[in-house]
């Protein structure tokens, strides 16, 4: 039987040389065709506007693709969207496997909208089978993709997962902080994960260097219990829920 690797040996670097070449997904090499492709954007946006133009209150729901149903995680997000849809928000994610699809079908169990902006890659993410009819939008680019996420969201919770979690973490917090986004609670789930991110922003960002301020901070939430989500989504609309710009 073999041996289970160690959390070392499964993010031990692969030698440069030894690396797969990976296809760019939707790559031209004629620049002549740009101005060609700002119809491709401009259709992407219209596309994901009258999508979500009577939508209502939604909350973004991310994490990892890796989780496998019947795995912790993937019922942590499945209970996350049944939660959401049973208090009236609409549920969105990413539109892919493991934590969306999770929350995707709580949403959908639980008699609520589930909504997936599915991304094209070059490994043919396809999307999940628990988006309702009709709330699909797949995007080429990753930009317009987070311009939906950001305007129609009235909280982003952030399940354990990659890259991609914190990117749009990142990017939420970024539009916040500087201005380009209404303030919305980004709530990130799971202390034991998120903690070691959550205090280097706090404890080296903040305090060690004053790189960011202590009201930075004041929208994101670290927390375990699911049942702390609504209420903390609550008080940042006292006067009823909108768009973040």
Sequence with gaps: MNKPLSSDQRCEKTPADALPVKPVSGRDTDFMVDGWRVFKIMAEFVSGFETMSETGPAVTVF???????????YALARNAGALLAREGFAVI?????????????????????????????????????????????????????????????????????????????????????????????????????????????????????????????DFIYLEDDLDRVVPIIRSFYPEGYSLNF
Aim: proline residues 4%; hydrophobic residues 35%; glycine residues 16%.
């Design 63 to 73: 994490g990892s693709t890796r989780e496998a149903p019947g795995s912790i995680g």
């Design 93 to 217: 994610t990413g539109g892919g496997p493991g934590a969306m699809e999770a929350a995707n079908r709580g949403a959908q169990e639980a008699g609520g909208i589930s909504i997936g902006f599915n991304i094209s890659l070059p490994n043919q993410q396809r999307p999940n089978r628990y988006i309702d009819n009709g709330r699909l939008v797949t995007f080429q680019y990753f930009f317009v993709r987070k311009v939906m996420f950001l305007k129609y969201s009235q909280a982003f919770i952030a399940l354990p997962g990659g890259f991609g979690t914190l990117d749009e973490v990142s990017e939420a917090i970024t539009l916040i902080q500087t201005g380009k986004s209404a303030r919305f609670p980004v709530i990130l789930i799971g202390r034991a994960y998120w903690d070691g991110f959550y205090g280097w922003v706090r404890d080296t960002m903040c305090g060690s260097h004053g790189y960011i301020d202590t009201s930075d901070l």
